[in-house]
């Protein structure tokens, strides 16, 4: 469906993009994840035109619309401010692109309304302001504005980061059950791995300009292909040398293991470490203890079950799995 | 899905507009901002061939420094006297607990609907000396000297009053922008009320302060109606006169007026730089996430709170006094005014509309009567024609000013941080160096010929022709004040607003009509409205092109300053000025409210008070249809 060739992108002397490659498939739900400023929100701006790349083609569908202008692209876009126009109601706000169009006036207000029932927006609110909307609600809008359009794809900029912590959880389910009711071709760009991981079909992550790994959320979250994938979905424990050496570990490695395949005093396969709980931190669902084993202070994730909760000071075993550790080599390090 | 490739390039219409706009930007510039000034600058050097520093020497050789001189010394007094009224009224108003705060802001407010000539003919009516106040001193105090209230004096004790708008505009907001958290804290750790005034609110106060201060130095500086009209010797009068003066009377009179302008001008210049160095340093700011709304602070000790409450009380009679004085004449007849006696038998309306004769008594003792020569405002030819003309050359300036604005900001905003952006920036902020004085003479002398011939060779001083000339001064000297409204608006547009409309297919022109204007309207609307009020009753501009064909409204005011004569001249001269402030007074109110009551409302705010209105339409019909449905059986039993 859309397919990125040896993108590159340059700001003056600064090089943005470094030969960017990427297919995504009709009907994905794909996400570009990153920290700030890794080159995702370029990528996005290079598939919908606001940014030329100095080589590389973009390719929708089989035809190349590098050159194509932004208007002409069909791919419509959430924006991350949602960039609703506050001068005109929702209404208004949807029917733009169609009456730039130059759609006739019943057929725009037809699709208006079938598109606002979709999002779930109700006649009433198409007649608000869109400073009337809440945050939610402002969010439908700019869905429904993307899509009235017909567009073959939609991209979305952080779409929820504007929103509080609760209400992001509720509309990144809402927002996959749209974008399945759709079918439509979506990219996404996060820098919220949780965010990703919850949504996407398959993720691509950046760090400075280049994509260091393409892949599903298992793949990417426990079959990382770089130190940076690792370090950057999820929180991880580094092996220090001592601990890496007690597990017969290859030294010229770096060898990190996630929080929740640390096990506290439960017998079975791999190396035990006898340590002290420093402190803990009570999260409800989960607790997560800080234990020094002597080579190092362990974090570790425990499933809350009301019963096997550890006090400061207190005695563990903590096991650690050999094919639970993910090793990379010493000299990859981030780029 | 359809995917059309970019068609190759036709003739570019934008291309063609950007040509044009450069074009216009350089001729303005050019044409009205630098050449006539570099012209005005060279008339020091070129009015004696043989010497070329004749003019200076001429000038400090006579009794030119003195009006250098007054002028300094009328800025300097300001500045202390402006800020201490200015910085008591908001303290008076925002940070003490004073009983009637709200009346006490709505009279020290009264400076924001008439000023300038309307305001100083206003002092006049109080103190001059036949004025009521004047009057009534005489009676209490028959040695006193009646013309007390003229030169340096009456203009420091008007404008002192007149300037602090100012104060009750900025410094307002920036007392209200203080953290009371702040306050509490010091006072949490053992500071009393005015401990806390002095270490916590007055530091953040000081980058407002500075700058009003330089304002207010500047303002005394380029003081005009009131000098003018209260007779003080300082700068822009005594440019106006020279300027009109000719070298049959005296000396290089426009040389000296133009070195006089250039005077004004380096002040200001070094004024500004001043200014914008200590801006760039920055200023406090809170830090503060949760900014805590000030808590006006009482005043413990009784006998401090009731000297500032008399303090706060005398303050809002000397504003309010030519407030209700002018308000109450407006409406009094003829003789009424002479006598300074108002009462209610007296009430009229001919001062706005109407005409009555006038019956005097001549030397010989014979009466006689000049019929309809009493008139008012709306009724008198003189007067009606400066409103229309101050009407139509304001409004249009306001509104050629606002759209060069608006294009030339939509311009920079689209090529931010590059030279041409910056370059045209500054050259809109040109006329902000420059005192309007200087603007205005250099028009005058400039302009005054045949030989301009980017103005195909005609003379814009000459007959009607001064009006052209007038409304293009009038959008030059605006165009600073406009820009940086309207580019601080600009601010307010989300860049993705742009490329949504892009996204969505809009054209330049289409995203610029329909998204970005309707987000930046009520601030050029505002700009408009405020710029149309100063220009509406502009006195200095009007005053240096004045002509017959070019006799604005303040000037037609400043007429009606002058004795009215026994034999019907300018009869009624003073009821039609009491009217005209009332006038003033209401069309800068409405202007005021429109600005910012109605135009701040955002879309959401507009539709909530629709649904409101409707609302209430609905329920009123309600309560007619019961009564409809009740009387039926009535009338059926």
Redesign the interface.
């Known amino acids: 469906m859309i397919e990125l060739k040896d993108i590159v992108v340059r700001f003056g002397d600064f090089e943005a993009l470094h030969n960017i490659n990427v297919e995504v498939k009709e009907g994905e739900f794909f996400t570009f994840l990153g920290p700030s400023g890794c080159g995702k929100t370029t990528t996005l701006r290079t598939i ?1 035109g ?1 940014i030329e790349p100095v080589s590389g083609r973009v390719i ?2 089989g ?1 190349d ?1 590098t ?11 959430v ?3 949602y ?1 609703l ?5 929702v209404y208004d706000n949807i029917a ?2 169609l009456k ?2 130059k759609v006739k006036k019943q057929e725009i207000d037809e699709k208006v309304r079938a598109i606002a029932r979709k999002v779930d927006l109700s006649d009433e609110q198409l ?6 909307l809440s945050g939610g609600q402002q969010q439908r809008v700019a869905i429904a ?1 993307a899509l009235v ?1 017909g ?2 794809i939609i991209c979305m900029d952080e779409p929820l980061s504007n929103l509080d912590a609760k209400l992001r959880v509720g509309l990144r389910n809402e927002l996959k059950k749209m974008q399945r009711d759709f079918g439509i071709t979506t990219i996404y760009v996060t820098h919220d791995q949780e965010e990703a991981l919850t949504l996407s079909d398959r993720i691509a992550v950046f760090n400075n300009g280049y994509i260091e790994q393409i892949g599903t959320p298992n793949e990417v979250y426990n079959h990382s292909a770089t130190e940076f994938v690792c370090n950057f979905i999820g929180d991880i424990n580094r092996l220090e040398p001592a601990t890496a050496e007690k597990m017969g570990l290859p030294e010229d490695e770096n060898h990190f293991v996630r929080l929740e395949r640390l096990r506290v005093n439960q017998t079975g396969e791999g190396t035990v470490f006898e340590g002290t709980v420093i402190s803990s931190e009570y999260y409800g669902l989960y607790i997560k203890y800080f234990i020094d084993v002597g080579t190092q202070v362990f974090k570790v994730i425990e499933k809350n079950d009301g019963v096997n909760i550890y006090e400061a000071g207190e005695r563990v075993a903590v096991s650690i799995s050999r094919t639970d550790v993910m090793s990379y080599p010493a000299a990859t390090v981030e780029q | 899905m359809s995917m059309r490739k970019a068609a190759p390039r036709k003739l570019d219409i934008s291309l063609l507009w950007k040509i044009f706009g450069a074009a216009f930007f350089v001729y303005l510039f050019f044409g009205f901002m630098l050449l006539p000034c570099l012209n005005t600058l060279s008339q020091v050097f070129t009015a004696n061939p043989d010497d070329p520093l004749a003019v200076i020497k001429f000038f400090f050789a006579g009794n030119m420094p003195s009006f250098v001189w007054n002028s300094l010394k009328l800025a300097i007094a300001l500045v202390v006297t402006v800020n201490v009224v200015g910085v008591s009224i908001v303290l008076l108003t925002e940070y003490f607990d004073i009983k009637g705060a709200k009346i006490l802001r709505l009279g020290y407010m009264t400076t924001l609907i008439y000023s300038g000539v309307a305001l100083v003919t206003g002092y006049l009516f109080l103190y001059d000396n036949d004025g009521i106040i004047t009057s009534w001193l005489v009676k209490l105090f028959p040695d006193m000297d009646k013309n007390w209230f003229s030169g340096f004096n009456a203009v420091w004790f008007t404008m002192t009053f007149a300037c602090t708008s100012n104060h009750a505009l900025f410094l307002r907001n920036a007392i209200r922008g203080i953290d009371y958290n702040t306050v509490e804290a010091a006072r949490n750790m053992g500071a009393g009320p005015f401990k806390v005034l002095l270490k916590v609110v007055f530091p953040t106060l000081i980058p407002t302060m500075f700058s009003l201060t330089v304002m207010t130095f500047i303002t005394g500086i380029c003081a005009m109606s009131a000098p003018t009209l209260l007779g003080f010797d300082s700068i822009n009068p005594e440019i106006v006169r020279l300027a009109g003066s000719s070298t049959a009377d005296e000396a290089f009179p426009q040389a000296r007026a133009a070195l006089l302008s250039i005077i004004l001008a380096i002040f200001t210049i070094v004024l500004l730089a001043i200014l914008s160095a200590y801006e760039r340093k920055g200023h406090y700011l809170s830090v503060s996430k949760t900014k805590a709304k000030l808590v006006k602070q009482k005043i413990n000790n009784p006998i401090a709170n009731v000297l500032a409450h008399i303090y706060a009380y005398v303050l809002w009679i000397i504003y309010m006094t030519p407030v209700v004085m002018i308000i109450l004449f407006a409406f009094q007849n003829h003789s009424a005014i002479n006598l300074k006696s108002p009462s209610l038998d007296s009430f009229t309306l001919v001062n706005f509309v109407g005409t009555q004769d006038y019956e005097y008594m001549t030397s010989r003792g014979k009466l006689r009567t000049r019929v309809g020569s009493i008139s008012g405002v709306f009724s008198n030819q003189d007067t009606i024609a400066g409103i229309r003309i101050s009407f139509i050359l304001s409004a249009l300036a306001a509104a050629l000013a606002c759209v060069i604005v608006v294009v030339a900001v939509n311009y920079i905003f689209k090529h931010k941080n590059k030279l041409r952006s910056t370059v045209l920036e500054y050259s809109l902020l040109f006329p902000w160096l420059l005192p309007t004085i200087l603007i205005c003479y250099s028009y005058r002398t400039f302009f005054n010929s045949n030989d301009v011939w980017y103005v195909f060779n005609q003379n814009l001083y000459y007959r009607e022709n001064v009006r052209l000339l007038i409304i293009i001064a009038y959008t030059v000297v605006k165009l600073p004040f406009a820009l940086r409204m309207i580019k601080a608006s600009f601010y307010a547009i989300d860049e993705e607003l742009e490329d949504a409309a892009k996204n969505l297919g809009a054209s330049g022109l289409r995203t610029f009509l329909k998204v970005k204007l309707p987000i930046v309207l009520p601030s050029v609307l505002a700009v408009f409205a405020l710029n149309f009020n100063a220009l509406f009753t502009e006195y200095d501009m009007g005053a240096t092109f004045h002509s017959s064909y070019g006799k604005t409204y303040a000037m037609v005011i400043q007429n009606m300053t002058y004795e009215e004569g026994r034999d019907g001249y300018n009869v009624n001269a003073t009821g039609r000025r009491n009217a005209s402030t009332v006038f003033i007074m209401g069309v800068s109110g409405a202007i005021l409210y429109l600005v910012y009551g109605v135009g701040a409302r955002d879309l959401g705010e507009r539709l909530e008070i629709r649904a409101r209105r409707r609302k209430r339409l609905q329920a009123m019909k309600l309560r007619l249809t019961p009564h409809k449905a009740k009387a039926e059986p009535h009338t059926r039993s």
């Not at chain 1, 050159?67 to 876009?77: C, D, M, Y």
């Not at chain 1, 126009?85 to 109601?89: A, K, S, V």
């Open positions: 919908t606001f929708v569908a035809e619309i050159r194509v202008p932004i208007e002409k692209r069909n791919i419509g876009i924006f991350q401010s960039a126009f506050p001068t005109m109601t733009f692109g730039v169009k007649q608000k302001a869109v400073s009337q504005r359009t567009p073959a």
